[in-house]
């Protein structure tokens, strides 16, 4: 039976994919940097707002140090890979980025979970997770010979923010077993956001976005508020639900990213994209009902 924790790993891929498509409808010369910097810049004074109406601010000091230190070092390998990926979004593919990333994603977290000893993974979770990878591989296939190669350098750049995204994952399981999710998402946040902003003061890095028309800028917010939205979800069903099923529902962000193209990019779906959609859908069914 579906609970809160799975809707919110849904509603987190769903958002994750839904910027994805912001991020690459930006057609101004912005880069990956850029992005991320003011994902975090805007993410951070929401979620202080946030943290301030619905957290006892007492309570803060008395925050356990080494949960704290996971949070920050998890925060740390998080960043890197959104760095990573938001690259990859802008030079490749965005259905092959999201479905690198996301498989991986499944396979390092479930290899962590096993080697640790910290989740245990039922048989339905793998008859579910093989129906979700498989429907994702076949809206992701092409026929198309006349397609541009994959550059295997792009191609790396998923694989290695799934790697990072999963240990990043164990250490925040970690900590929300001491600190409050909504804590967790502000300092997931706040310490991004100032380290890029002492980055730029020491490196006199030029971050403008006066270059950008608009329509950009909207679609660069929309993007972070996506990418918060995406964040805080997905906080809040770990602290709910295994890491395993976590991970294993917010792999249909390529399935979300590919309607969401057809629906507002006119991207045309094929019959095994059609095809991929309906088993990705039946795999999710199958954890949310038998799990």
Known sequence: MIGLGESLALLSALFHASGGIFIKSIKSKISAFQITAFRFWIATPCLLLLTFFSVEIS????????????????TIINTAGILLFTTAIMKGRV??????????????????????????????AIIGSIFILTGVYLVNRTNNSNEPKIDKKIMF????????????????????????????????ALIPAVGFTIWILITKKEISISNLTFKDKSFMGASSLLGLGSSLSFIFALSLTR?????????????????LSFIFLKEKLSLHQIIGVLISISGTMVIVIMI
């Open 59 to 74: 309570e803060l000091p008395n925050i356990p140090l080494i949960p704290l230190l996971l949070i920050v070092l998890a």
């Open 95 to 124: 259905g092959i980025t999201y479905t690198t990333s996301t498989s991986m994603m499944i396979f390092f977290s479930l290899l962590w979970g096993i080697l640790l000893k910290i989740d245990t993974i039922s048989l339905w």
């Open 157 to 188: 750049l998923p694989i290695m923010a799934a790697l990072l995204w999963s240990v990043g994952l164990i250490l925040t399981d970690f900590s929300l077993k001491e600190i409050e999710p909504m804590i967790t998402a502000t300092i997931r």
């Open 243 to 259: 890491p395993s099923i976590t991970v294993i529902l917010n792999s249909v962000s390529p399935i979300f990213a590919v309607l």
